[in-house]
Nanobody, 124 residues
C-alpha cells in the first residue's frame, strides 16, 4: 500500500505561484509513475501532469503547459508541482496520484493510489 499526502495548497492572487508537494509513504514509489489531477467545484476531475518513474518523461494538460512543472525526488519519495502564472480557472482541489502503469497516464483509471487532496484557490 502507498499513502500519499499533499501539501502546499492555499490562496494566491492571479499571476502568482504555488508549489505543491506530495509525500509518499508505505512503500517506495520509485518504480511508479506519479502525477496530479484536479477537480473544480461542480466539474469533473481532470488530468494535470504526470512523470514517469525515471523522471525522463513528463506530460501536461494543454491548459497548464508552459505554466506548471512536475518533478520528483525518488530518494525522498516525493513529487512536486510548481505552478506559475496561476489563473482563477486553476482553482480546484489538487490530488497526488501514483500509478504502476507507464502508459495512458492521462487517464484516472491508470492510477492505483490517490491522496486526499489540497485546495488551491486563485483570486482574480
Amino acid at each position: 500500500q502507498v499513502q500519499l499526502v499533499e501539501s502546499g495548497g492555499g490562496l494566491v492572487q492571479a499571476g502568482g505561484s504555488l508549489r505543491l508537494s506530495c509525500a509518499a509513504s508505505g512503500r517506495t514509489v520509485g518504480s511508479y509513475a506519479m502525477g496530479w489531477f484536479r477537480q473544480a467545484s461542480g466539474k469533473e476531475r481532470e488530468f494535470v501532469a504526470a512523470i514517469r518513474w525515471s523522471g525522463g518523461s513528463r506530460y501536461y494538460a494543454d491548459s497548464v503547459k508552459g505554466r506548471f512543472t512536475i518533478s520528483r525526488d525518488n530518494a525522498k519519495n516525493a513529487v512536486y508541482l510548481q505552478m506559475n502564472s496561476l489563473k482563477p480557472e486553476d482553482t480546484a482541489v489538487y490530488y497526488c496520484v501514483a500509478s504502476s502503469h507507464e502508459y495512458d497516464l492521462g487517464y484516472a483509471s491508470q492510477y492505483d493510489y490517490w491522496g486526499q487532496g489540497t485546495q488551491v484557490t486563485v483570486s482574480s
